[in-house]
């Protein structure tokens, strides 16, 4: 394969890689709506049962695993084992903070996560942040706090709850960092939805409400869309890097603001958008920072 060859394949793989990403962030931005329709009326808890029960059957239906002992295999169970309760902790924290908040708005402070992954990754991957990164995460926390408003009365405690997901999913997403140079993304995968079915399982009998048809419908919708938005990523990780396709990630942040507006009439006020729009500026010159630290350390080693 020529030189010309070569790069016009890896632009195919790099445009359909941008069109997994799109509908993925697509289908989280609706499976966020869907769990805002159905905590009105359903236990969180229960909402979330399906979200994993559901998410859990229909990607094992979609990707097939060949070997359950192999999907099995760990070599780190209590990481394994953390992240999935970090998961666990971010899927809560997001459909209870829905219960209350705007779809735009609990989306846009969940968008913290990458900033604050940034942060986690020092203690845990022994990663270094420098000066630029650092000014990015403060930046978007500002960000944060202009759409929170904490003090104001403006906006409701639960937008806490949002920013408690942001956390958790930082923690869930460093840490399958942590272990996925030893566990293939399949056993982690594996590992993140067992323990949610798991957990939300052993609460079914305290707080079960019998759903009606519409609402079965919708609960296995949500673990249809969960499913279809986890396939879509990983297969545009097969044909493309983390980095080329993280500014891509913010299309779940528009998507979530043009449902809340089509099925909840609810467009964010003047705040909420500035305040989103640093968040997403900042989670943007992360990357771009990121791009510039992995150019330059390759830049290094060809020179060696």
Known sequence: MNSSTGAAVQQTNVVRAIAFI????????????????????????EVVWARYTFHFVFLFVL????????LVRTRHPRLQFTRSAMHFMAAFCAFLALRYLPLAEATAIAFLWPLLASVLSVPILGERVGKWRWAAIFVGLAGALIIIRPGLGVVHWAAFLALGMAAAYAAYHVLTRRVGAADPFMTSLFYMGTVGVVVTTATLPFIWMPPDRTQWLLLATL????ATS??????ALQNAGASTLAPFGYIHLVSATLLGYVIFDALPDGPTIVGAL??????????????VRTREAGGRESRE
């Open 230 to 235: 986890h396939f879509c990523v990983i297969q």
């Open 278 to 291: 640093i968040i997403v500026l900042s989670g943007l010159f992360l990357f771009y920072r990121e791009r």
């Open 63 to 70: 990707l097939r695993p060949k070997s359950l002992r192999r």
């Open 223 to 226: 673990g249809l869309s969960g």
């Open 22 to 45: 799109a509908v993925g962030m697509t289908f989280f931005g609706l499976s966020d709506a869907l769990a805002k329709l159905l905590v009105a009326d359903l236990p969180v808890f």
